[in-house]
């Protein structure tokens, strides 16, 4: 995430879970990804991302951690858009479920 009170809400939910040690919070905009530093721990099998509504940012950032090695062959990424906001995969991706909650849509990948 770019946002500062985002990464710090962030870290407060991973250390209100105990997880903090297996969190790694980078200030970066997932649509301009380059290679990832070695604190992110990349290639990941997982991903959650969840780009502000509707501005289309969901597939370039799925496809920045395709083509910059953030993630593995296999990896799930779990995309959450607006309810009404369309969202194909992208080349590389196959959707394997998609629910909606409410004004959100949550959409399950895996990267080929």
């Known amino acids: 995430d770019r946002d500062p ?3 710090k809400g962030i870290r407060s939910n991973a250390a209100a879970l105990n997880e903090e040690q297996h969190a790694v919070l980078l200030r970066l905009d ?14 990941a099998t997982f991903a959650f991302l969840d780009p502000p509504y509707g501005l289309g940012l969901a597939v370039p950032a ?6 910059g090695g953030w993630i ?7 995309v959450e ?24 849509r949550v959409a399950f990948l ?3």
Do not use: F, H, K, W
């Open 30 to 43: 997932a649509t301009r990804l380059a290679i990832p530093p070695t604190a992110a721990r990349a290639p």
């Open 81 to 104: 858009v607006a309810a009404r906001e369309a969202l194909a995969p992208p080349s590389g991706y196959t959707l394997l479920d998609e629910r909606t909650y409410g004004a959100a």
């Open 72 to 78: 593995e062959p296999g990896a799930v990424c779990v």
């Open 5 to 7: 009170a985002a990464l």
């Open 110 to 112: 895996r990267a080929d």
């Open 62 to 67: 799925l496809e920045g951690l395709r083509s």
